[in-house]
């Protein structure tokens, strides 16, 4: 962990303590706070999350701001009062931190602003439910989520289910490939979407167990010292997947209401998700809790698998 005492970041003691001694350290997201659902059931899911990553092995740290102010490893009360000022934070990316910093907001943290403060951090691992990509229609409206350039750019390895479903997969998948990420199946070699396990197309290598992911995560990050991100993707537990037909038609539904009302930019994802979980009738609104508590587990053992391995080699 360098020097940070030039930035307005504020590191929990027992974060900043198991940090110093290659700690299991999860970083988590905080928009699925304030923009992701309603309070209180917006609390709720974070603090389980959180308790996922500790049944998992690991020491969760959810990332947001307050007050202008970088939190690596919020509090349960502050994790409350994110939730009950929901949208009244800015939903912060890459290109938001410094403003929200300088005018004292209080904000949540996309994937690639997580990213960024992790790193600050030296958290290498993060866990969240889906990252953006490139949204359909893209060839005329540009719209590629900042998360795939932060993953090209940002030493941290990303645990989630894949894309989210409402995304043109294949061209989020060539836009990774692009900047070098490695995305990496686990247990498996079928590229995850979000609601389902298998979107059809393949990652580009499997990895077999907890221990490999740290095993990597280690290679390129410590001895390699590439600069880019990691992609882990973990698929949706059976159990929970949802109907892959009903969701494909959810989403087809909901995109051409988004195109008749004329959303764009930042509102879109929201809008797309909520229409899709309103049209299913809440099975995939379902389905993302499972998933990402399944990740949060998930991403606990590797942390745990990381810890050791750089306990013994560095």
Avoid: W
């Avoid at 001694?21 to 659902?37: F, K, Q, R, Y």
């Avoid at 349960?76 to 403003?99: F, N, P, Q, T």
């Avoid at 900042?146 to 989210?164: F, P, R």
Wanted: proline share 4%; charged share 25%; with cysteine.
């Amino acid at each position: 962990m360098s020097n940070l005492s030039h930035l307005p970041i504020d590191i929990a003691p027992h974060i900043k303590e198991a940090l110093q001694n290659n700690g299991p350290v999860v970083a988590l997201e905080s928009t699925i706070i304030t923009h992701g659902m309603e309070y209180p059931n917006n609390v709720n899911c974070a603090l389980e999350v959180e308790e996922c990553v500790r049944q998992g092995g690991g020491i969760p740290a959810t990332i947001a701001i307050i007050q202008g102010r970088i939190k690596i490893g919020i509090t349960k009360e502050e994790i409350d009062y994110l939730g009950k000022e929901g949208r009244k934070c800015k939903k912060c990316s890459r290109r938001d931190l410094a403003v929200c910093l300088v005018q004292k907001l209080n904000g949540s943290t996309t994937v690639a602003a997580t990213m960024i403060c992790a790193k600050y951090a030296g958290i290498k691992v993060f866990v969240t439910g889906g990252i953006g990509g490139v949204h359909r229609g893209a060839e005329q409206t540009f719209d590629i989520s900042a998360d795939l350039k932060e993953l090209g750019s940002t030493q941290v390895a990303v645990i989630c289910a894949g894309a989210k479903s409402i995304l043109d997969i294949p061209k989020t998948l060539e836009y990774l490939e692009t900047e070098g990420v490695p995305i990496l199946g686990y247990k498996t070699d079928k590229f995850p979407e979000f609601f389902v396990s298998d979107s059809g197309f393949k990652t580009s290598s499997s990895i077999a167990s907890d221990k490999e992911c740290a095993e990597v995560i280690h290679m390129q990050f410590s001895r390699l010292n590439l600069q880019n991100g990691i992609l882990i993707t973990v698929p949706v537990p059976a159990e929970h997947e949802a109907d892959g037909e009903k969701v494909k038609e959810a989403i087809n539904q909901a995109l051409k209401e988004h195109d008749e009302l004329g959303i764009t930019g930042p509102e879109s994802t929201p809008f797309l998700l909520k229409r899709v979980n309103e049209i299913t009738g809440g099975e995939s609104s379902k389905s993302n809790i499972a998933l990402i508590k399944n990740n949060a587990v998930t991403g606990g053992r590797i942390a745990k698998e990381l810890s050791l391995i750089a306990s013994k080699k560095d």
